[in-house]
């Protein structure tokens, strides 16, 4: 039974980071400079889920194994004024479209939300097999 749990809680710890990063790609749709003031439009992450747990050194569960970045084309917008337009004056904006950002989100939002379901049940059952054993 506790291996479920296991199972379950770690699914939960991948989810929350897959909706961080969520959040930052949404936070960032407009960035177009680094920390330093520099041109360098913010790139899309993707987190990468992997089977097994490293934190309990079980191969049973899932995890973020890692955060790549997307190397899809940047959106290119014509605004000849921007002090980072190109010479034919196009601006090239981070590769993230919000419509998936939000159908990404809503997916890792569910996976959690049946993750929490499972460990309830898993709860319910333990409680059951307990008090068959008092």
């Given at each position: 039974?506790?291996?479920?749990?296991?199972?379950?809680?770690?699914?939960l710890v991948a989810n929350?980071?897959?909706?961080?990063?969520?959040?930052?790609?949404?936070?960032?749709?407009?960035?177009?400079?680094?920390?330093?003031?520099?041109?360098?439009?913010?790139?899309?992450?993707?987190?990468?889920?992997?089977?097994?747990?490293?934190?309990?050194?079980?191969?049973?569960?899932v995890h973020v194994a890692?955060?790549?970045?997307?190397?899809?084309?940047?959106?290119?917008?014509?605004?000849?004024g921007h002090k980072f337009?190109?010479?034919?004056?196009?601006?090239?904006?981070?590769?993230?479209?919000?419509?998936?950002?939000?159908?990404?989100?809503?997916?890792?939002?569910?996976?959690?939300?049946?993750?929490?379901?499972?460990?309830?049940?898993?709860?319910?059952?333990?409680?059951?097999?307990?008090?068959?054993?008092?």
């Amino acid at each position: 039974m506790f291996g479920a749990l296991d199972v379950s809680t770690s699914a939960l710890v991948a989810n929350r980071t897959r909706l961080n990063v969520i959040a930052a790609n949404m936070a960032n749709q407009f960035s177009v400079e680094n920390a330093d003031g520099e041109y360098a439009p913010y790139r899309r992450r993707v987190p990468i889920f992997a089977s097994g747990d490293p934190a309990r050194g079980s191969s049973a569960g899932v995890h973020v194994a890692e955060i790549e970045l997307d190397q899809a084309a940047f959106r290119k917008k014509y605004e000849p004024g921007h002090k980072f337009a190109d010479a034919d004056g196009y601006v090239e904006y981070p590769n993230i479209d919000p419509a998936i950002e939000q159908v990404n989100a809503l997916e890792a939002s569910r996976a959690y939300e049946a993750n929490i379901t499972a460990v309830e049940a898993t709860k319910s059952m333990l409680n059951a097999a307990m008090r068959l054993i008092a």
